[in-house]
C-alpha cells in the first residue's frame, strides 16, 4: 500500500469514496489497451460500417464469411502492451454488428462456428495473462444481427430507414435473453474477468430497459471483484447514477467518456472524486481504417498520460488491429515511444494521483504518497517556481528519469518573490539565474519528496 499524506496535508486530493474499492487496481494501473477488431476490419472503413453506409445483412454476409485471419498472433499484441507500459487490456468479444469472438451456445454467429472455427477469445485471454496483464473483454448490448433488435426507426440499425422492415414487431425480451445469456456465458467459461466493458445505452434503451438489475445481478454472483464501466445506463457522453449520492445497482465503477479527457477530471455531486478512463484512439477510428492516416504523436501520448493521471484519471488506447489481426505498424511505433518514457518515470505514473495543488502555467502535477511530481512541458527562463510548494516541506528533489540531484535557487532573479520556491536545473554552486535545455523536451520530470 503507498505511503498516503494526511489528508490535511496541502498537496493531498481528497481520497477516492472506499464505495470505489473494488477498482484499486486498476486506479493503480492508470493505462491500458483497447483493441477493436472483428468482421468489420475486413472492410477497413471502422466497426460502424454497418450503420453508416446502412448496409444490408445480405450485403455484410460476404464479409462475415471472409473474416478468416490467418497471421494474428496474440502474444504478439501483448508483448506490444507490455511494451507499452499497459497493465490491463480489453478485446471486443462483441461488437454492434453481432459476430462473436467467442463460442456461444445461444449462437452460430461466431468465430468458433464460421469460417475461422476459433475461439478468439480464448486466444487472448491466454497470451495476455500469460505475461500478467489484466483482461477485460467489451461486449456490446447492440445488436444488429438479432431479428428481435428494433430495426426500422432505430436510431442505428443498419436497416432504420428500410421501408420493409416498417410495421414489424420484435420480441425485445427475447433478444435480452439471448444477450444476458451470452454475458453469462463470458463471465462463466473464461475464468476470472478484471473488466468487462458494456457499450451503450441511447434514446429509450438505458438502464432497466436492458434488464440491468438482473444482468448485474448476475454478473456480480459470477465474477464479484469484475469492475465495470458506467454504460449500462448512459451513453459515451454521460456520466449516469454513478456520481450521485443514490447510485444504481448497475451504475459501475468507472465513467468512461470516449475521445476527450474531461476539462477537470470527473467529481461525484459531493465533490468527491469518481473513478474514471479516458478511452481514446490512436488515430481517428476505433476499428482499422484503410485511409485513416492521422495518427496522433508519440509526445501527445506522452502529455495526454500525464494530464489524465493529473485530473485521477485512466488512459485506455486503441489499436484496431487489420483482418489479419495485424496492429498497424503506426500504432506500434507510438506505443513503444510512450513506453520508453514511461519505463523512465513509470513512478510519476502508476500509482499515483492528482495533486491539490492547482495546474502550474508551465506543466502539470501528480503525487504518489509524499512524492510530488513537477512535470514540466515548458521551457522556464531561469529557475522552475513552484506555485503552492513551501521550501520548508522538501526533503529533497531530483530528477525522475536519471536520478541526477536538483537543488532550490537562490538566485538574485527570485529576491522579488519571498513567497515562492524555485528549483535550479544547473549545477549547484553554478549561477541559479541562467537558464538549461529541459533533459526531456516531452515531458521534464521533477521528483519532489516531501517531508513526513
Known sequence: MTTQLPTSAPYQRTPVPERFARSEWFRH?????????????????????????????????????????QSVDFDAWAALAQEAGMEYAVLTAKHHDGYCL???????????????????????????????????LYFTLIDWSHPDYPHYGDSFHPERNNPAFAGRTHDFDRYLDLMHAQVEELCTRYGKLDILWFDFSYDDLNGEAWRASELMSMVRRHQPDVIVDNRLEV????????????????????????????????????????????????????????????????QTLVRKLVEVVS??????????????????????????????????????????????????????????????????LEQPVGPLPLPGVRAEDIESVRLLANGQDLHLASSWVIEAYPDLTFVAFGPEGGDDSFTYALPDADDTVVEITLRS
Open 29 to 69: 494501473a492508470r493505462l491500458g489497451m483497447f483493441i477493436h477488431w472483428g468482421v468489420y476490419s475486413t472492410l477497413g472503413r471502422g466497426e460502424w460500417v454497418r450503420s453508416h453506409e446502412e448496409m444490408s445483412a445480405e450485403d455484410y454476409a460476404p464479409w462475415t464469411h471472409a473474416f478468416n485471419p
Open 102 to 136: 467467442f463460442d456461444s451456445q445461444h449462437s452460430t454467429f461466431t468465430s468458433a462456428a464460421m469460417t475461422p472455427k476459433r475461439d478468439f477469445v480464448a486466444e487472448f485471454l491466454e497470451a495476455f495473462r500469460k505475461r500478467g496483464i489484466r483482461v477485460g
Open 235 to 298: 451513453s459515451a457522453s454521460g456520466f449516469g447514477s454513478i456520481v450521485t449520492d443514490t447510485p444504481s445497482s448497475y451504475c459501475g465503477d468507472f465513467v468512461s467518456p470516449e475521445q476527450i479527457v474531461p476539462p477537470e477530471g470527473i467529481l461525484a455531486e459531493d465533490g468527491s472524486p469518481v473513478p474514471w478512463e479516458s478511452c481514446v484512439t490512436l488515430n481517428n477510428h476505433w476499428a482499422w481504417h484503410h485511409s485513416d492516416r492521422e495518427y496522433k504523436s508519440g
Open 311 to 376: 485530473k485521477g484519471g485512466n488512459l485506455l488506447l486503441n489499436v484496431g488491429p487489420d483482418a489479419d489481426g495485424v496492429i498497424p505498424a503506426e500504432s506500434a511505433e507510438v506505443l513503444r515511444y510512450l513506453g520508453r518514457w514511461l519505463s523512465a518515470n513509470v513512478a510519476s505514473i502508476k500509482g499515483a494521483e492528482g495533486s491539490a495543488l492547482p495546474k502550474p502555467e508551465w506543466g502539470r502535477w501528480t503525487q504518489r504518497g509524499r512524492h510530488l511530481y513537477a512535470h514540466v
